[in-house]
């Protein structure tokens, strides 16, 4: 099976900061990727699929680029409403693999 | 407008069985997939398999296969997921999600059930 595996697990930066989360599958996925933002006690979101379309409401500061096994989910300015998990996952095939997430706190 | 609405929290007992649902509207319920998510307490996203409600299909993740079932009632627009026998691993949040048309991406999902197996 295709491990999904994401970096860092961790982080914290300041409001204004540009913020990148690293998702890296142990084989080539072309670009079967989506994100997932999912805030403490909430219900996960979608952000982002195919590697790089945004979803239909989500803020313009969040992108998402990368093709093959390395991956790329960046926020261009961290706001509060920002802190939570950030999941990757593939969709290729099965099984359809999320990665183990990366919390993103405020300094 | 998408709505999933799931059931209620149960509480459980370890060996008991269980039935979960998911109700879909706002949308045609038998031309998109539903799936199933689990989060353990503390812990990630994990696919647990997906249903097409138009001809009931459904497809596991392999760690899943054998541990639940999937199923779906059209009719009532209600998708399930069900355990013949519990255990305290089990306890959980589990999450319907329906399904894009670009693939087993969740674009909508319901509200969570959680469940807790305990003696």
């Known amino acids: 099976d295709i491990q999904m595996t994401q970096s860092p697990s961790s982080l914290s930066a300041s409001v204004g900061d540009r913020v990148s989360i690293t998702c890296r599958a142990s084989?080539?996925?072309?670009?079967?990727l989506a994100w997932y933002q999912q805030k403490p006690g909430k219900v996960p979101k979608l952000l982002i699929y195919a590697a790089s379309t945004l979803q239909s409401g989500v803020p313009s500061r969040f992108s998402g680029s990368g093709s093959g096994t390395d991956f790329t989910l960046t926020i261009s300015s961290l706001q509060p409403e920002d802190v939570a998990t950030y999941y990757c996952?593939?969709?290729?095939?099965?099984?359809?693999?999320f990665g183990q997430g990366t919390k993103v706190e405020i300094k | 407008e998408v709505q999933l609405v799931q059931s209620g929290a149960e509480v459980k007992k370890p060996g008991e069985s269980l039935k979960i649902s998911c109700k879909g509207s706002?949308?045609?319920?038998?031309?998109?997939?539903i799936g199933w998510v689990r989060q353990m307490p503390g812990k990630g996203l994990e696919w647990m398999g997906i249903?097409?409600?138009?001809?009931?299909?459904?497809r596991y993740s392999p760690s899943f296969q054998g541990q639940v079932t999937i199923s779906a009632d059209k009719s009532i627009s209600t998708a399930y997921l069900q355990w013949s026998s519990l255990k305290a691993s089990d306890t959980a949040m589990y999450y319907c999600?329906?399904?894009?048309?670009?693939?087993?991406?969740?674009?909508?999902w319901g509200q969570g059930t959680l469940v807790t197996v305990s003696s």
């Open positions: 706002g949308y045609s319920f038998t031309t998109y997939w």
């Open positions: 996952q593939k969709y290729n095939s099965a099984p359809w693999t």
């Open positions: 249903i097409y409600p138009g001809d009931s299909d459904t």
């Open positions: 999600a329906r399904l894009g048309v670009q693939g087993v991406i969740a674009h909508d």
């Open positions: 084989q080539g996925i072309s670009n079967y």
